[in-house]
């Protein structure tokens, strides 16, 4: 690599990763516990366990799970019930006065009385519930959803800079090779390289996955306006009906229309995951891959006829398989302990980086002398001078 | 000693192959599907832990 490439290179890397570094930094930390929320849940107490009932009872009315719920709140309407796929024995209730009502309110019902269990500390919690917003919008919804869709992006840019800078640095060295006997700034900077390389795919794929993430309320948004649009075209500039239709009965169809699916949750109208007319059954498989892959049934609200079980287009699967990418939550408890493993190197990865940078110019002796050696040479071995924009 | 490509980037490359199979069987199913996984991601995170950690490098750089 000439001189002059290496020198755009190290350019490239060093902006894109210290305007990033302090989001990724953030996202890392706040990351940490969100892959354990389940077992912070438990401990916390904010994890609702479902009632031992005395004999076994099968699953209840679902429109009289509903009505339970909604006697705690009259004014507020059903947006979403829910149901985890490893707990049928609870109905997550969400009520609140429209989608966007910040003041929602989650309610726990028991799927076989049919009563209510209690209504769950707020999204689990104070510290957990502040944990994701500084993870996902940093308190600001979409803008603040898409600037960290864009530091991740600027994240894409550092790890492809990086990758590029690493041949040149690593032409005297074994792979892996800590130098831990020179200086701080040599130990730090085969650190930095070392971690930076152990960790390349999985940074990349956490990164990129938790960038389409980003996108996830646009993609819905576009979802809505197009192939929803088409299939719901006769009900086109009609008044919605009153929603009288069983949700029960609606839940059956679906099930009759997708044999072998369960339901996962219903969308009421007026949420973005289905229309003013309809209730959306949004069913899914058993298996790990099924499990993720949703497909909507459409039941009108007022009539309870079904209207359609539509394929998911290409963008939203993509944004349905990036979820678990970026969760980790996909392999058990030894993927969770891989990805906080991981979540750590990066956050080290960071920290060295910014270390590099703070460091700069200074006690910079032995990776002088290593430019300087290498000079005479066709393909020099850098210093991190490269990188930090000032000449030796 | 200037290191080939090859040299350079054979770890790499190899450890990036097994990050992807880690990522991917997992998606895949569950169970043998688990195991696969944790296997390949841990080796990367194992590689890392041990260079990261290790008292004396295998130094043989020409200067």
Redesign the interface.
């Known amino acids: 690599m000439s001189p002059v490439s290496l020198r755009r290179w190290g350019w490239i890397h060093k902006w894109s990763s210290l305007i990033c570094t302090i989001f990724m930094l953030l996202l890392c930390l706040t990351g940490l516990p969100l892959i354990y929320h389940h077992e912070i849940g438990h401990l916390l107490g904010t994890e609702v366990e479902p009632p031992v009932l005395s004999s076994p009872m099968p699953q209840g009315n679902v429109d009289a799970v509903i009505a339970s719920a909604k006697e705690l709140y009259p004014a507020k309407k059903p947006m979403f019930i829910s149901q985890e796929a490893d707990v049928p024995e609870i109905w997550n209730v969400t009520l609140a006065d429209h989608m966007h009502d910040p003041n929602y309110k989650p309610i726990a019902v028991d799927a076989r009385t049919t009563k209510v269990i209690t209504e769950p500390a707020f999204e689990g919690g104070v510290f957990m519930s502040t944990m994701l917003a500084l993870h996902v919008d940093l308190f600001m919804g979409l803008p603040g959803m898409l600037f960290l869709g864009f530091m991740a992006l600027l994240l894409l840019v550092a790890i492809v800079s990086g990758v590029v800078l690493?041949?040149p640095f690593?032409?005297?060295?074994?792979?892996?090779?800590?130098?831990?006997e020179r200086s701080a700034r040599l130990k730090w900077l085969d650190?930095h390289n070392?971690?930076g390389?152990?960790?390349?795919?999985?940074l990349f794929?956490v990164g990129g996955t938790g960038m389409i993430n980003t996108w996830a309320d646009l993609m819905y948004k576009y979802y809505q306006k197009n192939e929803l649009a088409q299939i719901l075209k006769q009900y086109e500039g009609k008044k919605p009906l009153p929603h009288t239709a069983s949700v029960h009965d609606a839940i059956e169809t679906a099930k009759a229309a997708l044999p072998g699916m369960r339901v996962a949750f219903v969308a009421f109208p007026g949420t973005d995951f289905s229309s003013e007319h309809h209730y959306g059954i949004y069913m899914n498989g058993n298996?790990?891959?099924s499990s993720?892959m949703y497909r909507p049934v459409l039941i009108d609200a007022n009539t309870g006829q079904l209207t359609d079980a539509p394929v998911l287009p290409w963008y939203l699967k993509a944004l349905l398989?990036s979820q678990?990418?970026h969760f980790g939550d996909?392999?058990?408890q030894?993927?969770k302990l891989?990805w906080a493993?991981?979540d750590i190197?990066t956050i080290?990865l960071l920290g060295t980086g910014l270390y590099l940078w703070l460091k700069r110019g200074k006690t910079g002796n032995a990776t002088t002398?290593?430019a300087a050696?290498a000079h005479p040479?066709p393909?020099p071995i850098p210093s991190t001078h490269t990188l930090t924009g000032k000449r030796p | 000693m200037i290191r080939t490509p090859l040299q350079v980037w054979g770890a790499p490359i190899v450890l990036g192959i097994l990050t992807t199979i880690g990522l991917i069987s997992a998606l895949l199913g569950d169970g043998i599907w688990d195991a696969v996984s944790a296997v390949a991601l841990g080796i990367p995170c194992l590689l890392g832990f041990w260079f990261g950690m290790r008292r004396t490098p295998a130094q043989r750089s020409a200067l």
């Open positions: 690493y041949a690593m032409r005297k060295l074994d792979f892996g090779t800590v130098r831990k650190m070392m971690l390389i152990v960790t390349l795919v999985w794929v298996e790990a891959f993720r398989v678990p990418l996909y392999g058990g030894a993927m891989l493993l991981l190197a080290i002398k290593v050696h040479h393909h």
